[in-house]
C-alpha cells in the first residue's frame, strides 16, 4: 500500500501473466490495443498527456502522471462521480509478469469529509463491509 | 440516493467518535445512551448529541422502552460509499479478462 491509500479508497487488482513485461507494456499504452481491452482513446505515452477514454455508458477523463517505460504507467481516471488515480505497475517473474492495478480516489462530494477524518476511513469501511457481509 | 442525504451521512461519519459509537452499535447490537455513554470517553449528553446527528444521517435509529431509549445501528446507508470500490473491483476484473484475452491474441 502506498501512502495514499491511508485518506483514499482504493481498489487494487493483480495477476500473473505468462508474458514479458514488453509484451504487456504494449498493451497498455498503443491505442489500437487499449481499445480491445479497455476502452476506445486517444492516449499518448508523455507525460502531462490528456486523454479520453470512451464506452457505450459513458467517457473517463485522464492526464498521464507518471510513466516508466516497461515498469509503471500512472493516469488520472475522472468520470462525472469519481476523481482517482490509475496507477499500473509490472513486475517480472519466473514465469512471466505481476500486473498490478491500484485506483485510488473519492467521490467528489466525499472529498471533504474523508480529508478532515484521515486515517481511520479505510479501518473503519473495511470493519463495516464486513458487518454488513455478515448481515445479509 | 440524494445528495443531501448523502451530504448528512458524510458529516455524521467525519467524526471519529460518531464512528465509533456507530461500529459498537453495529457489532453487539443495541444499547441504551448509558451503556454506549459507559464504553466512551465522553459524557452522556455527549453521547447523546452524537446519537441524533447520527439519527439525522439514518445510521441509528431508537426504540423507546419506559424511562430509556434503545439505540441500534442501521447500515444500510452505508453501502453507496462501499459500493463504488465494489463496482470498480468488478470493472477491473473484466478488464483484466480482456487484457488476458488480448494477449493471447498478440502476435498470433
Redesign the interface.
Given at each position: 500500500m502506498n501512502s495514499m491509500s491511508v485518506d483514499t479508497?482504493?481498489?487494487v487488482?493483480e495477476?500473473d501473466?505468462p508474458?514479458p513485461p514488453e509484451?504487456?507494456w504494449?498493451?497498455l499504452t498503443q491505442p489500437h490495443?487499449i481499445e480491445?481491452?479497455?476502452m476506445k482513446g486517444d492516449f499518448q505515452p508523455e507525460m502531462g498527456h490528456r486523454f479520453s477514454l470512451r464506452a457505450d455508458w459513458g467517457s473517463v477523463n485522464c492526464e498521464v502522471r507518471a510513466i516508466e517505460p516497461g515498469k509503471a504507467l500512472s493516469y488520472t481516471w475522472d468520470t462525472k462521480d469519481?476523481r482517482s488515480i490509475v496507477t499500473w505497475t509490472l513486475f517480472p517473474s519466473e514465469t512471466g509478469t505481476r500486473?498490478r492495478?491500484e485506483?485510488t480516489g473519492f467521490?467528489p462530494?466525499?472529498q471533504?469529509?474523508y480529508r478532515?477524518?484521515h486515517a481511520?476511513w479505510p479501518k473503519?469501511?473495511d470493519?463495516?463491509?464486513r458487518?454488513?457481509r455478515e448481515?445479509n | 440516493m440524494a445528495?443531501d442525504s448523502?451530504?448528512l451521512l458524510?458529516?455524521a461519519?467525519?467524526?471519529?467518535t460518531r464512528?465509533a459509537i456507530f461500529?459498537n452499535l453495529?457489532?453487539d447490537g443495541e444499547q441504551t445512551v448509558a451503556a454506549l455513554t459507559a464504553r466512551a470517553r465522553i459524557s452522556q449528553p455527549a453521547v447523546s448529541k452524537h446519537l441524533v446527528v447520527l439519527k439525522q444521517a439514518g445510521l441509528v435509529k431508537d426504540r423507546p422502552d419506559g424511562r430509556h431509549n434503545h439505540y441500534s445501528a442501521e447500515?444500510a446507508p452505508?453501502?453507496s460509499?462501499?459500493d463504488?470500490?465494489g463496482e470498480?473491483?468488478r470493472f477491473?476484473?473484466a478488464?483484466?479478462v480482456?487484457?488476458?484475452?488480448?494477449?493471447k491474441r498478440?502476435?498470433q
Open positions: 479508497l482504493s481498489v487488482v495477476r501473466l508474458y509484451k504487456i504494449r498493451a490495443l480491445e481491452w479497455l469519481l500486473l492495478m485506483q467521490k462530494e466525499q471533504p469529509y478532515g477524518a481511520g473503519f469501511l470493519a463495516m463491509e458487518v454488513l448481515r | 445528495r448523502q451530504t458524510f458529516k461519519l467525519a467524526d471519529p464512528r461500529e453495529c457489532r447500515p452505508l453501502k460509499i462501499i463504488w470500490s470498480m473491483t477491473w476484473d478488464r483484466f480482456a487484457l488476458e484475452d488480448l494477449l498478440m502476435d
